[in-house]
């Protein structure tokens, strides 16, 4: 069996990718191109906190209570982000009749900082002073904030927080300041007044800075609270519970151990079912494994134990692919037709398959990822990378090896004898 100039600059391609693969998905490796690489850990591997919240709805409409819900969900999920916390899960559920928000947050340190952020109200809003000494609402509020920024002012280089509004709300602010020169303007959060600065003239411009005796942090918790916006119902913490990393540990041995038994009976029964064709899936399944964890490192995929169950099901995913070629392949040699013809009849044959099989798989990976949330969905993750991965080797590699070893005399009699 003679090979083309493609083939062997195909294969040197698929053997560079294998290569570089097995060089980010070492275990030693922690950057590349600059870029610092690792596999990222779920709650149940790393630990974490687990923070339950209920609503208070008794001021919400029925009819607006599921978006009231989602809008809360989204503006904690939102303040979570700022704490840099990776791959939080954060969704509805019950506690008897209540609705609550669940919130996990893998690997954090300071749930002190995370608590007081994600249960503030947040509701910014400024008030001009009344005769009598009284603040008055003005109707400018946080909803026509458009940014919130960390500043310092130029004299002192102290901290403060700029505001712009959008184009309502510099209307409105210019219409304010207009009405209270030489009299304070209240800016209050959650109902206190955080900053009461003087007004000298009109401002037209649509900004304002809130000043004081901030830290920078207190400058960066707030700015970060009015860019993730006001939650739109009351929320209270009920529950908060530490998750340890010792749980995780033991995990992630048992599936490790179960990984290395399952893979370690597959490529058992492939090379005693299959012999030689066996030891090419054997090797494309190295291959596949290692680009597979070389994905889950860069991207990075966040894993968790149901992560790690569909990697697993996905190397027996790649099997399968390599199972229906191979029956076909004897097949074909059953037939009688020579072993070039019948390695491009199996493969040829058995594709449509294979393409069907990974394709309703991936459909079904598609559905639990866009109508599940957390370790449901980062199975679906696990899993569709893994079935396009294994796509690639079952078809690409397995094919390639296999001619490579077929041009060996003593291999082509053991393949013909498949």
Excluded: H
Aim: net charge neutral; with cysteine; proline share 3%.
């Amino acid at each position: 069996m003679k090979m083309g100039r493609n083939f062997w600059i195909g294969l040197l391609l698929m053997l560079g990718v294998v290569g570089f693969a097995g060089y980010i998905s070492w275990p030693t490796t922690e950057s590349i191109f600059g870029k610092p690489i690792k596999i990222q850990q779920g709650l149940d591997l790393q630990g974490g906190v687990r923070l339950v919240y209920q609503l208070d709805l008794s001021k919400t409409a029925s009819s607006e209570q599921a978006s009231a819900i989602e809008s809360t969900r989204q503006v904690i999920e939102r303040r979570v982000n700022t704490t840099g916390v990776t791959e939080p899960l954060i969704q509805p559920g019950t506690v008897g009749l209540s609705r609550t928000i669940i919130v996990e947050l893998p690997g954090i340190n300071d749930i002190d900082q995370a608590v007081a952020l994600i249960g503030k109200t947040a509701q910014l809003d400024f008030r001009e002073q009344g005769s009598d000494g009284s603040w008055l609402p003005t109707g400018l509020t946080g909803k026509q904030l458009s940014r919130a920024s960390v500043d310092f002012d130029p004299n002192t280089n102290k901290p403060l927080i700029g505001l712009k509004f959008n184009n309502d709300g510099k209307q409105l602010f210019a219409d304010i300041t207009e009405r209270s020169i030489g009299k304070p303007i209240g800016i209050f959060l959650d109902e206190e007044v955080i900053s009461a600065p003087r007004v000298n003239e009109k401002i037209s411009a649509g900004e304002a800075v809130i000043t004081g005796d901030f830290t920078i942090q207190e400058v960066r918790s707030i700015t970060n609270l009015l860019n993730a916006g006001a939650l739109d119902v009351p929320i209270k913490l009920i529950e908060q519970r530490t998750i340890g990393a010792t749980l995780g540990e033991e995990s992630v041995k048992k599936s490790l151990v179960a990984g290395v038994i399952g893979l370690s009976l597959i490529i058992l029964f492939m090379l005693i079912n299959y012999r030689i064709a066996g030891l090419v899936a054997t090797l494309a399944l190295l291959g596949y494994s290692a680009i597979t964890i070389a994905f889950f490192k860069y991207i990075p995929v966040t894993l968790t134990l149901s992560g790690i169950a569909g990697f697993i099901l996905s190397i027996g995913m790649a099997v399968d692919a390599n199972i229906l070629i191979f029956e076909r392949l004897r097949e074909e040699l059953a037939e009688g037709k020579n072993l070039t013809t019948a390695l491009n009849e199996a493969f040829r044959r058995a594709w449509p398959s294979v393409r069907d099989s990974n394709a309703a798989t991936l459909i079904t990976c598609a559905i639990l990822y866009f109508t599940t949330s957390g370790s449901i969905r980062g199975f679906a993750i696990t899993l569709a990378l893994g079935v396009l991965v294994s796509l690639f080797s079952s078809i690409t590699l397995s094919r390639s090896f296999l001619r490579l070893f077929a041009m060996n005399s003593w291999v082509k009699r053991g393949l013909a004898k498949l």
